[in-house]
């Protein structure tokens, strides 16, 4: 069974750009949360989809968005890219119900320069 | 105030040895989850093990057990016989029932475990 595939692996971006990432969760998995580490603020919730639908959002500004493809495929852009959006960007999804645990995608690490 | 305390930055261990990350954690809620996960140097989150807060006994995976305290809200990751391999971020987390269905992990800032031959 596949795990959950992010891509790209490393994307260089300059400041003002926008960036689109790309999450295919496990197969069955209707779930996909996105998630930013940083050196400095550790892992933070970005926000979670569900059946196309955003269910919950982190305290990010409105320059992050995402959305859900009926395939369970996610999406997270960033727009107006600033310096401080270098990070590596997370994705992971999960079976709904009950306490299931995330499965992690290897994230894809976005640099702004 | 942070939700996920994780007081040891970096730990060494012999390999073969065990060793103790610890990890406490802030919630009101009564029905909660806490999670730990292993981040080797190639980025990717490895689910490790889950303790539910109802949950009576220890959670054990394998190598893993997770020494639940719930009065004094810690959740310790124990590693037996440790190995080389084990060398990587370690990092507490806590789902929180006030989320509803809402799924949102609260990390904490990770233990750098650096297992010595």
């Known amino acids: 069974k596949a795990g959950v595939t992010q891509t790209p692996r490393y994307l260089i971006k300059t400041r003002g750009q926008q960036v689109t990432l790309s999450c295919s969760p496990i197969?069955?998995?209707?779930?996909v949360s996105w998630y930013q580490q940083t050196p400095g603020q550790g892992l933070q919730f970005l926000f979670e989809?569900?059946?196309?639908?955003?269910?919950n959002k982190g305290n990010f500004p409105g320059r992050f968005s995402g959305r859900q493809f009926s395939n369970s495929r996610s999406e997270m852009n960033v727009s107006t890219l600033e310096l401080g959006d270098s990070a590596l960007y997370l994705c992971?999804?999960?079976?709904?119900?009950?306490?299931?645990?995330?499965?992690f995608g290897q994230g894809t690490r976005l640099t702004v320069v | 105030a942070q939700k996920i305390t994780q007081t040891q930055p970096g730990m060494f261990v012999q390999e073969k040895e065990a060793v103790t990350l610890d990890c406490t954690y802030d919630?009101?809620?009564?029905?909660?989850?806490l999670f730990w996960y292993k981040q080797p140097s190639s980025g990717e989150m490895i689910f490790l093990i889950y303790?539910?807060?109802?949950?009576?006994q220890n959670a054990t995976e394998g190598r893993y057990s997770l020494n639940f305290q719930k009065a004094r809200k810690s959740a310790n990751l124990v590693i037996s016989a440790s190995q080389l391999g084990d060398s990587a971020m370690y990092f507490c987390?806590?789902?929180?029932?006030?989320?509803?269905?809402?799924?949102?992990?609260?990390f904490g800032k990770g233990t750098l475990l650096t297992v010595n031959p």
């Open positions: 197969s069955g998995h209707r779930s």
């Open positions: 989809y569900f059946s196309e639908t955003q269910r």
């Open positions: 919630t009101s809620d009564q029905s909660y989850g």
């Open positions: 987390a806590m789902r929180e029932k006030s989320g509803g269905s809402n799924y949102k992990l609260t």
């Open positions: 992971a999804s999960r079976v709904t119900g009950g306490q299931a645990e995330a499965f």
């Open positions: 303790q539910g807060s109802y949950d009576e």
